[in-house]
C-alpha cells in the first residue's frame, strides 16, 4: 500500500504541462468538425460531442496540474524554468482560447468568459517567458524548438473570436504581437535545423507547429478584415500550405519516431491548415480545395484516433507521467 501510494506522488510530480497539448488537439478537430458541418452541412451533432469531451479534457488535465501545483510546487518552478518545457505553458491558456472559439456558435457569454480568461493568461505568459529569454544565462541555441511559437505566436490565434465577440482592437493587439515576432522566430529555428545539430528524435514531431502561424495567422487576418482575400490572406495560407508538403515529404524522418507526448505536436497544426483549407473552398470553390479540405479533414480523424488510441495505451501501461 505505501509503494502503491508512494508511486502515485511520483507520478503527478512527474505530470508534464505539454499535456495541455492533448487540449489543442481535440480542440482543433472540435472546430475542423464545425467548419465541416458548415460546408458540407453536416449534422451539428459531432461537433457538440467533440465539444463535450474538449472541455471535459481541459478540465480534468488542469485539475490534476492544478493538484501539483499545490502538492509538488518546487517541481512546477522546474518545469517552469526548464529551456524547452516552458514554451508549453501557454498551451493551458491558447486551450481556452481554442475552447472559446469552439463555444462560440453554442453561448457568446461563455464563450466570452473563456476568451477573456484565456487572453489574459496568455499575455501574461507572453511577457514572463520573453522577459525570460531576454535575461536568461542558461540557453543555447539547441534549446530553441518549433515549441518556442507557443508562448509568442500563439497571440496570433486571439482574433479569431475576438472579433466576433467585439474585441477587435484588443485582437489587433494581440494578431500584431504574434505575426511580427514569428518572423524573427522562424528565422532563429531555420538557423537552428540549417546549421547545428537536428534536435532529439523526440521532438521531431514538433517540426509540424511550422505549419500553425502561418495557417492561422491567414484565419485570423480574414477575421480582421471581415472576410476579405487580399494579397496577405493568399500569402499566408500559401505558405502554410506549403510548409504542410514539406512535413509530407519529411515523412520517413517522422515514421521512425516512437510514440510520445510530443506526438500531439502534429494535432493542431493539421487542424490548422484543415480550417484554413475548408475556408479557401468557401471563398473560393472548386475542386482543387473541396479535394483538398476531404483530404486533411479525413487525415485530421484518423491522426487525433491515433494520437488518443496511443495516449490510452501509454496511460494504461503507466508510460505517461514518469521521469524522461
Not at 122 to 135: A, D, K, Y
Not at 161 to 167: S, W
Not at 175 to 185: E, K, R, T
Request: charged share 10%; proline share 5%.
Amino acid at each position: 500500500m505505501q509503494t502503491q501510494h508512494k508511486t502515485e506522488h511520483s507520478r503527478l510530480a512527474h505530470m508534464p504541462i505539454s499535456l495541455f497539448a492533448i487540449v489543442m488537439g481535440l480542440a482543433g478537430l472540435t472546430i475542423a468538425t464545425q467548419k465541416a458541418e458548415h460546408v458540407w452541412q453536416f449534422t451539428h451533432l459531432f461537433s457538440n460531442i467533440l465539444l463535450a469531451v474538449t472541455a471535459l479534457t481541459y478540465a480534468v488535465i488542469l485539475g490534476f496540474y492544478s493538484l501539483k501545483i499545490i502538492k509538488h510546487k518546487t517541481d512546477v518552478i522546474q518545469e517552469f524554468y526548464h529551456p524547452i518545457r516552458m514554451s508549453f505553458f501557454p498551451a493551458s491558456s491558447i486551450g481556452l482560447i481554442l475552447l472559446s472559439i469552439a463555444t462560440l456558435p453554442v453561448s457568446q457569454n461563455i464563450a466570452l468568459v473563456l476568451w477573456t480568461i484565456g487572453s489574459s493568461v496568455q499575455l501574461m505568459f507572453t511577457l514572463i517567458i520573453l522577459s525570460h529569454w531576454i535575461h536568461h544565462d542558461q540557453l543555447q541555441i539547441q534549446h530553441s524548438t518549433p515549441a518556442w511559437f507557443i508562448p509568442i505566436v500563439g497571440n496570433i490565434l486571439v482574433p479569431v473570436a475576438g472579433v466576433e465577440l467585439g474585441m477587435t482592437e484588443i485582437s489587433w493587439f494581440f494578431y500584431s504581437i504574434g505575426l511580427i515576432m514569428w518572423l524573427p522566430l522562424q528565422a532563429i529555428l531555420l538557423n537552428r535545423f540549417f546549421f547545428h545539430p537536428m534536435m532529439p528524435e523526440k521532438l521531431l514531431p514538433t517540426l509540424f507547429i511550422l505549419i500553425a502561424p502561418p495557417a492561422v495567422g491567414f484565419i485570423s487576418w480574414l477575421k480582421l478584415h471581415h472576410g476579405e482575400l487580399d494579397a496577405l490572406a493568399h500569402m499566408l495560407y500559401y505558405f502554410a500550405l506549403f510548409i504542410t508538403l514539406l512535413m509530407v515529404v519529411q515523412f520517413k524522418h517522422f515514421k521512425k519516431v516512437g510514440f510520445a507526448l510530443p506526438w500531439w505536436a502534429y494535432s493542431f497544426p493539421v487542424a490548422a491548415i484543415t480550417i484554413a483549407s475548408m475556408i479557401m473552398l468557401e471563398k473560393i470553390g472548386g475542386d482543387f480545395f473541396n479535394a483538398i479540405s476531404i483530404v486533411l479533414y479525413v487525415l485530421l480523424i484518423t491522426l487525433l484516433s491515433l494520437l488518443i488510441l496511443k495516449t490510452l495505451i501509454a496511460i494504461k501501461n503507466k508510460k505517461i507521467c514518469v521521469p524522461e
